[in-house]
């Protein structure tokens, strides 16, 4: 069974830096790319992030680039990311969802890590 | 950026009637193009990808078709489980996917 579990999320305010991390199990991890959504309170899902299977190529939305990284252990199966210069707007429940075989769809979710970002 | 549009954005349907939900991208993206389900307090989960086909473990009440720029999801006898929040998301151009507005379906 896939289970992606996702930790780190927390209260802090602008300015701040905050890493996020997303343990997978229940698939071959480094046979995927992976992905960041985010999910402001309320509001609809917006894509973050995505890492190729080894991590050697990386894509951003234009709201997060240059201020977030993402990265993975696949020795530790897991995907991290790391969020600087945060911003009110940066405020969500971030998921880890698998991608499918290749496509673009995310065919499995995490239930997610709140990220508030206040003062 | 490919802008993807849904409606309506509340449907009220009674259990057991049929709810037909429309998404539209302001390009043609192909049959690249799924949908999700999101329950209150719960993650999305996969319904459709690459326009009609049913993910793993999906009932075949739940029915996608379309191509190039319009998009339909159907539900042909809604049970009480299916009231939730329905989302296209289209993976043709890329970056950033992206995801329409979502669609409330709740109980008439």
């Known amino acids: 069974e896939v289970q992606l579990v996702e930790s780190g999320g927390v209260v802090l305010q602008p300015g701040g830096s905050l890493r996020l991390s997303c343990a997978a199990s229940g698939f071959t991890f480094d046979d995927y790319v992976m992905h960041w959504v985010r999910q402001a309170p309320g509001k609809g899902l917006e894509w973050v992030s995505l890492?190729?299977?080894?991590?050697?190529?990386?894509y951003y939305a234009d709201s997060v680039k240059g201020r977030f990284t993402i990265s993975r252990d696949n020795s530790k199966n897991s995907l991290y990311l790391q969020m600087n210069s945060l911003r009110a707007e940066d405020t969500a429940l971030y998921y880890c969802?698998?991608?499918?075989?290749?496509?673009?769809?995310?065919?499995?979710w995490g239930q997610g890590t709140l990220v508030t970002v206040s003062t | 950026e490919v802008v993807m549009t849904q409606s309506p954005a509340t449907l009220s349907v009674s259990p057991g009637e049929r709810a037909t939900l429309s998404c539209r991208a302001s390009?043609?993206?192909?049959?690249?193009l799924a949908w999700y389900q999101q329950k209150p307090g719960q993650a999305p989960r996969l319904l459709i990808y690459g326009a009609s086909t049913r993910a793993t473990g999906i009932p075949a009440r739940f029915g996608g078709s379309g191509s190039g720029t319009e998009f339909t999801l159907t539900i042909s006898s809604l049970q009480s489980e299916d009231f939730a929040v329905y989302y296209c998301?289209?993976?043709?151009?890329?970056?950033?996917?992206?995801f329409g507005p979502g669609t409330k379906v709740d109980i008439k």
């Open positions: 390009q043609s993206v192909s049959s690249n």
């Open positions: 998301q289209q993976y043709n151009n890329w970056p950033p996917f992206t």
């Open positions: 969802a698998k991608g499918d075989g290749g496509n673009g769809y995310f065919d499995y």
């Open positions: 890492i190729s299977w080894d991590g050697g190529s990386t």
